[in-house]
């Protein structure tokens, strides 16, 4: 087993009228909010799947299922924590995490410094180790629509 793994993490979700909009942990002022069986929060759902992936202990959906009632509604900050939880109990810590998500409106950018500092004291990581980037689509695809929100993430792990 190497010291050093990488994982990736990709998610999507449904962009409606009358749901709250959670980005990274914070709740963006919006008309539209993102549709889940949890909060919807793409950017963590993201960065679960890429160190979960990068430990090799399986995805989000493996050990959060959307079929257990007791994840209906759970804020993602719960399932970053554990996500965290269990790396650590496989002896790994976070090196980096590198984030996009793209979303034609609201603009993320000016949400970045709290989005980073909600995340790093989630995690237990410093701020400088989370990079939160934003991109439209440019009106292209079902982001650009609005219809929609998705995110990537890579993530660097290391054994300690």
Same mark, same amino acid.
């Given at each position: 087993?190497s010291?050093?793994?990488i ?14 909009f ?5 709740? !963006? ?5 993102? &549709? $889940?069986?949890s +909060?919807?929060? *793409?950017?963590i ?9 990068a430990?090799?202990?399986r995805?989000?959906g493996?050990h959060?299922?959307d ?5 209906k ?6 399932l970053?924590?554990?996500v965290?939880?269990l !790396? ?5 810590e &976070? $090196?980096?995490? +590198?984030?996009? *998500?793209?979303?034609?409106?609201p603009k993320?950018?000016?949400h970045i410094?709290a989005i980073?500092?909600?995340l790093s ?9 989370i ?5 439209t689509?440019e ?6 629509r ?6 990537y993430?890579?993530?660097?792990i290391?054994? *300690?």
């Open positions: 087993m010291n050093f793994r994982g990736f993490g990709y998610d999507v979700h449904q962009l409606q009228p009358d749901y709250d959670w980005l990274g942990g914070i709740k !963006l002022e919006h008309h539209l909010g993102a &549709v $889940g069986h +909060d919807a929060d *793409v950017l759902h993201v960065i679960c799947d890429a160190l979960l992936g430990a090799n202990i995805d989000i493996y959060f299922s079929k257990d009632p007791k994840y509604g759970i804020d993602s900050k719960i970053l924590k554990e965290m939880r !790396l650590r109990e496989e002896g790994y &976070v $090196g980096n995490i +590198d984030t996009t *998500v793209c979303l034609q409106e993320v950018n000016p410094p980073k500092a909600c004291e989630v995690m237990d990581v410093a701020e400088d180790d990079s939160i980037k934003a991109t689509t009106r292209l695809g079902f982001v650009g609005e219809e929609g929100v998705s995110a993430c890579v993530a660097l290391y054994k *300690v």
